[in-house]
């Protein structure tokens, strides 16, 4: 076979579609977030308007200082896994935190979010005898990923639907029976109805396992997610979330039972084989957890951001999609479309909005996700709506977008 050929001709089709992704070289500036370089053939200042740094907390002073203090303390790296490097107290005192925060027993930490569903999943369906992984068709790659590598039956229900959730926990009988989903899908922002599925889960004796990773740090009187907003947590088997969103660093979790936590970090080969966070890493989420459970300041500026975003898209007659999270999808409804208001963006308006493209949504439903955050001023809203006002005066994006 000739692979060069093989690949090439993948990637020209990517690019014929609209669906090729390139990245944007950008360099994070400490203190000035939503601010950033640029780096081209010179270096430019943009501002950023689809960071999952949801509230800053990656500049924070005190969040910087405790991850420098712990480099000079400790070094940079971990040793290796947590077996073979220590379990250093910097880790121990994260998961404290992290229990603490959803009211759970135990955590137990992972290198990123997408690991810590791919292993915690993978191992709940391979390790239960029998047991049936039914999964919202709307989960994230990372919990397909897992529920696939568990080789569990798998059963797909319909989208935030917990009728549809309960019919078919009925037809599965009586089978262990574990229930995956999200509490924030990130591409179109909409909130699970949580207290019905947990009820439902409930009533068929399922385990319930959500992802949070949208919504830590977010939501909630300590930024527990949508389970502590709604007073649900205790009721959850499984709370999983990240610490590289709006906790501002890297590294995802689980939170549940001892012994349930226990089980994971006994079997998960997603665990036992890999290189643990820097312990500077984990003083720095630590120290970001601690300050979010104290200060609703960043989450209410946040929140007022998003609400004057919406307001002026809505006078500008912008079209972007209803929900009640922080998360706002502008539609466009065309990949070379999407991607051209993007570029167009950054060059003339020194404007970052990435575009999203299939395969992270569905052919069709392309569109801007806009991230508003506590940082962002009146006039970098002013100024990101008078960028989309003036591209959509224009009568070819006008017409992707009708």
């Known amino acids: 076979m000739d692979f060069a050929s093989h690949f090439q001709s993948q990637l020209d089709a990517l690019k014929a579609e609209g669906n090729y992704r390139t990245f944007a070289d950008l ?14 053939d010179t ?21 910087v200082a405790s991850m420098i203090e712990t480099v000079r303390a400790c070094g940079t790296g971990a040793g290796g896994t947590r077996n073979i490097g220590g ?17 759970k027993e135990a955590a137990l930490l992972f290198t990123s979010g997408y690991v810590s569903n791919w292993a915690a999943l993978s191992t709940l369906g391979a390790r239960i005898p029998n047991a049936v992984i039914l999964s919202d068709e709307k989960n994230h790659a990372s919990m397909i990923e897992g529920v696939r590598h568990s080789r569990a039956d798998k059963v797909i229900w319909k989208h935030n639907d917990w009728r549809d959730l309960d019919r078919k926990l009925n037809a599965v009988g009586d089978r262990p029976k574990i229930v995956a989903f999200e509490s924030v899908y990130s591409m179109d922002g909409d909130i699970a109805p949580i207290r019905e599925i947990v009820e439902v889960c409930e009533a068929h004796g399922a385990l319930s396992y959500i992802d949070e990773v949208h919504a830590v740090g977010m939501y909630g009187d300590h930024g527990g997610g949508v389970s ?12 999983e979330g990240t610490l590289g969103k709006a906790f501002g660093c890297v590294g995802g979790y689980i939170t549940g ?28 989420a630590t120290t970001s957890i601690r300050h979010l459970k104290v200060s609703g300041e960043e989450r209410a500026r946040q ?54 493209n299939y395969p992270t949504v569905p052919k069709g439903t392309e569109r801007l996700r806009i991230t508003p955050g506590p940082h962002h001023t009146d006039a970098d809203i002013d100024h990101l709506i008078a960028a989309l006002t003036a591209l959509w005066s224009r009568c070819a994006i006008s017409h992707a977008v009708a």
């Not at 250093?88 to 009211?103: I, P, W, Y």
């Not at 039972?257 to 720095?284: E, K, Q």
């Open 27 to 40: 360099e994070r500036r400490c203190g000035a977030f939503p601010r950033a370089n640029r780096h081209g």
């Open 43 to 63: 270096v430019e200042e943009v501002t950023v308007w689809c960071s999952n740094d949801y509230l800053g907390m990656g500049q924070h002073p005190e969040v």
């Open 87 to 103: 379990n250093s107290v910097q880790h121990r005192a994260l998961e404290a935190e992290l229990a603490d925060l959803h009211g």
């Open 228 to 239: 502590e907003r709604e007073g649900l947590a205790h009721r959850i088997d499984v709370i």
């Open 257 to 284: 039972t001892a012994a349930l936590v226990d089980f994971v970090r006994s079997f998960a080969s997603g665990f036992i084989f890999t290189t643990a966070l820097p312990p500077a890493v984990a003083a720095a």
């Open 303 to 356: 929140k007022a951001n998003v609400a004057k975003v919406r307001a002026r898209l809505d006078r500008a007659g912008i079209p972007h999609m209803a929900n009640e999270s922080h998360i706002i999808p502008v539609m466009i409804g065309d990949p070379v479309k999407c991607r051209m208001i993007s570029d167009i963006l950054m060059a003339d308006w020194g404007i970052y909005v990435q575009p999203i």
